[in-house]
C-alpha cells in the first residue's frame, strides 16, 4: 500500500499570511497512462471532503486561484497565497494512482 | 450537476447488516469508478472500497479491513451504488460517504455500530 505523509499535522496561520502543506508518498505516484494521480481535499468542520486540488496543479471548478498545488513523483505541496477565515478546516492528500486509495493523515488549518 | 445522495445509515449492534445507497444523477453513472469512503468520528478519511466503470465489468476493490464482509453493488437502471455491509464491528461507526473520486462527493450517512 502507498502511504501518504502529510507535514504539518497543525498549521496555525495569520489572516492574508501564506500557508504550505507538504505531503509525501511512499512511491511514486506516476500512472503508466502518464498522469500522477495526486488530489489535495478540504473539508471544513462539520461538511464532506470537497476537492481542490487534481493531478498535483489542476484547481478544481470554483476553487480561489489563492490554492495551487506542485510537486512530482513523491513530493507534493499545496500552496495558499494568502489564508482567509474560510479556509479554515482540515486538508488531505489523496493517490488515486493505485488501489487501495489512500490518504495523508491530515493538516488541521487554523487562524492564529 | 452531479449529485450523490447517501442513505441507509443508522444504528445497528455488532454482528449486524446494513446496506447504504447512493443516488447518483447529473452524469453517465456507467462511465465512472464510483466508490465509498468513511471517516470515524474525530478521525480521518479511510478508502472503504471502489466499483470499476462498466467498461471493466464493474469489478470491486476493497480495504483489508472490509474484505470478506462488505460487498459494493450498482443498479444502472436507477444510477445507484450500494454498500452492504455485514458482520458488523464497533470499530466500522463512522459516517459513510459515497463519491465520484477524487471530484465528487456526497454528505455522507452516519452509520453507529453499538449495543
Known amino acids: 500500500d502507498i502511504v501518504m505523509t502529510q507535514t504539518p499535522l497543525s498549521s496555525p496561520v495569520t489572516l492574508g499570511q501564506p500557508a504550505s502543506i507538504s505531503c509525501r508518498s511512499s512511491?511514486?505516484?506516476?500512472?503508466?497512462?502518464?498522469?500522477?494521480?495526486l488530489s489535495w481535499l478540504q473539508q471544513r468542520p462539520g461538511q464532506p471532503p470537497r476537492l481542490l486540488i487534481y493531478k498535483i496543479s489542476n484547481r478544481f471548478s470554483g476553487v480561489p486561484d489563492r490554492f495551487s498545488g506542485s510537486g512530482a513523483g513523491t513530493d507534493f505541496t499545496l500552496k495558499i497565497s494568502r489564508v482567509e477565515a474560510e479556509d479554515v478546516g482540515v486538508y488531505y492528500c489523496?493517490?488515486?494512482?493505485?488501489?487501495?486509495?489512500?490518504f495523508g493523515q491530515g493538516t488541521k488549518l487554523e487562524i492564529k | 450537476e452531479v449529485q450523490l445522495v447517501e442513505s441507509g445509515g443508522g444504528l445497528v449492534q455488532p454482528g449486524g447488516s446494513l446496506r447504504l445507497s447512493c443516488a447518483a444523477s447529473?452524469?453517465?453513472?456507467?462511465?465512472?469508478?464510483m466508490g465509498w469512503v468513511r471517516q470515524a468520528p474525530g478521525k480521518g478519511l479511510e478508502w472503504v472500497g471502489h466499483?470499476?466503470?462498466?467498461?471493466?465489468?464493474?469489478?470491486?476493490e476493497y480495504a483489508a479491513s472490509v474484505k470478506g464482509r462488505f460487498t459494493i453493488s450498482r443498479d444502472e437502471s436507477n444510477n445507484s451504488l450500494y454498500l452492504q455491509m455485514n458482520s458488523l464491528k464497533t470499530e466500522d461507526t463512522a459516517v459513510y460517504y459515497c463519491?465520484?473520486?477524487?471530484?465528487?462527493w456526497g454528505q455522507g450517512t452516519l452509520v453507529t455500530v453499538s449495543s
Open positions: 489523496m493517490q488515486t494512482t493505485q488501489f487501495p486509495l489512500t
Open positions: 466499483s470499476r466503470n462498466k467498461a471493466n465489468s464493474y469489478t470491486t
Open positions: 512511491q511514486s505516484l506516476a500512472h503508466s497512462d502518464g498522469n500522477t494521480y
Open positions: 463519491g465520484r473520486m477524487p471530484h465528487y
Open positions: 447529473g452524469f453517465t453513472f456507467s462511465d465512472h469508478y
